[in-house]
């Protein structure tokens, strides 16, 4: 009897569409398989083992799971808090619901750092969420319970969230895709914040999948649209090279490589450092938008607190955690010049790279690191002390993970996460590919070319057994 726990997400469909196999067997070994799986993985909230009556549409019942950030009727939310919610959701989000309407099951909810506020993966109620390729590694964060299930087969498709990175690092922590729509398209983001609010900028919702293709079936149902006929005659690619950049060895030789590799393709490759990306207005600008609107979810007591006792904090992250503080002032006039601000950002960025169909940069600077304990936790509120180290040099920890995605997360390009191969020490390097605003569709196109040649790797939890 065949298994099919290693198949794509679009050999799902096909197989149960054709017959050739059933929810009862799939939804069987899946749940066997994550029986033997999930207790060194701990990827779920929660789990729903008998799941209702699939619904007839294009998916034919694909079982998939969803971040416990986002609301599903009839599961509680405890998005990562330490205690339970006492309560089940009432609605589901919309961009879940059309996953629902196509006739996707819903198998479980996956773990998340209390109120999505990390980049690894635990809180005190359930435990440490782990990496597939080495469990004593974080999966990344906020969406590692969805990267880490997907990638070690207990999920075929993820529904995640992404503000600064949440998508994007654990998608590249476990060796898996990952969509980050446009945010000028016409995609939901209700159901993301308790109390039904919602954040108007740079919250976006999307899938983490195994594979392209199956990044490209995620994007039909959410948007609606096919994907376009024609091919792609010429793909010109903008790839980072390093230039004193705060980021591991391992990284800057596969991005060198990679660069090789594609150069001998029938692409037209230029490597770029992309400086004026990553300079100091554009984190000012992203923090003080983030901040100003995240902000409105802190009552205005807790947010003088943080920012009173919070300047050793904001010492160790001047990128990010300074200028977010600086938008919990809260100030309108700020924020309206930010705003502003990023919109010439915006333009310039188009300008500079109009020449290139997509651009290929690090998702962070270092690998997927050994789990690390904050050194000090306020409900969810974490803060780590010890920096990253690279030969000689440091740099605190939110300012790592956060180098190379905030910056994307302010232009709101979309960006697929890719695996670019494997490290010395067997743990998968991600890249994120970047396309032009409201062109989701080409830039799957421009991935499919990009990636042609490159060996796609299965963790081993995924082959465990078969």
């Avoid at 909230?45 to 416990?68: A, H, M």
């Avoid at 899938?207 to 609606?224: C, N, Q």
């Avoid at 030789?253 to 590799?261: D, G, L, R």
């Avoid at 940069?361 to 690279?390: A, M, T, W």
């Amino acid at each position: 009897m065949k298994n099919y726990i290693d198949s794509s997400a679009c050999e799902i469909v096909d197989a149960l569409s054709s017959k050739k196999l059933t929810m009862p067997l799939l939804l069987e070994q899946l749940d066997e398989h994550r029986g033997q799986v999930n207790p060194d993985i701990n990827a779920f909230d929660s789990i729903s083992n008998k799941p209702e009556k699939v619904q007839k549409g294009l998916l034919q019942g694909l079982p998939l799971t969803v971040k416990d950030q986002i609301a599903v009727a009839g599961y509680p939310r405890n998005f990562g808090l330490d205690k339970p919610a006492k309560n089940e959701c009432a609605k589901t989000a919309s961009v879940v619901q059309k996953f629902i309407d196509a006739g996707a099951t819903i198998i479980g909810k996956t773990h998340l750092p209390p109120y999505a506020l990390d980049f690894q993966t635990f809180n005190k109620r359930a435990g440490r969420t782990n990496n597939p390729w080495d469990i004593e590694r974080t999966p990344g964060g906020s969406s590692g319970g969805g990267a880490a299930a997907v990638a070690s087969g207990m999920s075929y498709l993820d529904i995640g969230a992404d503000l600064s990175g949440s998508l994007r690092i654990p998608a590249a922590y476990c060796g898996v895709f990952s969509l980050l729509p446009s945010d000028i398209g016409k995609i939901e983001t209700d159901g993301l914040m308790l109390k039904d609010a919602h954040l108007e900028h740079f919250a976006r919702l999307g899938p983490i999948t195994r594979s392209l293709e199956d990044l490209g079936l995620a994007w039909s149902i959410m948007s609606g649209t096919k994907q376009p006929q024609a091919e792609l005659t010429k793909v010109n690619i903008g790839v980072w090279k390093s230039e004193d950049d705060f980021v591991e060895p391992q990284i800057i030789s596969k991005f060198e490589e990679i660069t090789s590799v594609l150069s001998q393709q029938d692409l037209s490759v230029t490597s770029k450092s992309f400086k004026t990306l990553f300079n100091h207005q554009v984190y000012q600008t992203f923090g003080e938008i983030m901040g100003f609107e995240t902000g409105a979810f802190i009552p205005a007591p807790l947010r003088l607190i943080m920012r009173f006792f919070g300047k050793s904090v904001t010492d160790r992250s001047p990128k990010f955690l300074k200028h977010v503080y600086s938008g919990y002032k809260r100030n309108k006039q700020a924020y309206q010049n930010a705003l502003l601000a990023r919109e010439e950002l915006q333009k310039n960025f188009d300008h500079e790279y109009e020449e290139f169909d997509a651009i290929l940069l690090p998702v962070c600077g270092v690998q997927p690191f050994k789990h690390r304990d904050p050194d000090s936790d306020r409900n969810g509120i974490r803060d780590y002390i010890k920096p990253f180290e690279i030969g000689d040099s440091c740099n605190g920890y939110l300012d790592t993970l956060t180098a190379f995605t905030v910056p994307v997360s302010l232009m709101g390009n979309p960006v697929i996460t890719i695996p670019l191969g494997m490290d010395g020490n067997a743990l998968p390097v991600g890249a994120q590919l970047v396309g032009k605003r409201g062109d989701e569709w080409r830039l799957l196109q421009v991935a499919k070319v990009v990636t042609q040649n490159f060996t796609m790797h299965k963790s081993p939890y995924l082959t465990r057994n078969h």
